[in-house]
């Protein structure tokens, strides 16, 4: 198991368990903090990155903009608090699912990639500025890899309550490429960053239920 590959739990908002976003220490500034990228959330997923900007944020928030500006020094510190915040909230929601599930490969992997899929869905206007986001800030990008690996370790663990199943010689390598296959596809169809195209026609469900059956039958079957 990988040095990295445990799951995290934290407080809803900014600033729990692994995130980059200093929490305030008032619970009334907390809550602040927290409206206001719930805020540049809603913008974000209607808008766009282009439409985010203070002033949007600001109106969406109830808030004036010089309030936005006492908490955030430009756009780019703000569109890391959301991309730090969803990242967190992505983590939390995943492995409570895996962790919810029967001990049992179909399970645990329905467990990943449903509810993951449906996330993807949801934001899939934002998900591919965040791709760039991580690329032109190293600490950001250390931190996806992180809850990466998290996310990697959750499935890891449930999918090998079940490894009696697992029809590989190393069945943690097995794991490790299932993972890999299910997040390559759930993401490229999320148009994140130089990957192909996607087929826009491709049905999110269909693709979920399809990249399910792909990874238990490749768990399930022998190499040749």
Not at 23 to 37: G, N, T
Not at 159 to 171: K, T, V, W
Not at 202 to 215: F, P, Q, S, T
């Amino acid at each position: 198991m990988d040095a990295n590959d445990h799951s995290s739990s934290g407080t809803p908002g900014p600033g729990r368990g692994g995130s980059l976003v200093r929490p305030p220490r008032q619970e009334r500034s907390r809550q602040s903090l927290l409206r206001l990228v719930r805020a540049a959330e809603r913008v974000l997923d209607e808008y766009g990155v282009e439409g985010l900007t203070m002033a949007s944020v600001a109106a969406a928030a109830g808030v004036s903009v010089g309030g936005i500006y006492r908490r955030f020094a430009d756009k780019r510190e703000l569109l890391r608090a959301v991309q730090d915040d969803r990242l967190c909230t992505l983590e939390e929601e995943l492995v409570a699912s895996m962790r919810a599930a029967e001990p049992r490969l179909e399970a645990v992997v329905a467990a990943l990639v449903r509810p993951a899929g449906d996330w993807l869905r949801r934001h899939a206007g934002s998900v591919g500025s965040f791709y760039q986001a991580d690329l032109a800030d190293p600490d950001m990008r250390r931190r996806t890899e992180e809850s990466y690996a998290r996310l990697r370790g959750a499935f890891r663990d449930g999918l090998l309550a079940d490894r009696g199943r697992i029809a590989h010689s190393d069945p943690e390598q097995a794991v490790r490429i299932a993972f890999a296959l299910a997040a390559s596809a759930l993401v490229q169809r999320s148009k994140v960053g130089a990957l192909p195209a996607p087929d826009d026609s491709l049905d999110w469900d269909r693709l979920c239920e399809g990249v399910a059956h792909a990874c238990v039958s490749y768990l399930l079957t022998p190499p040749p």
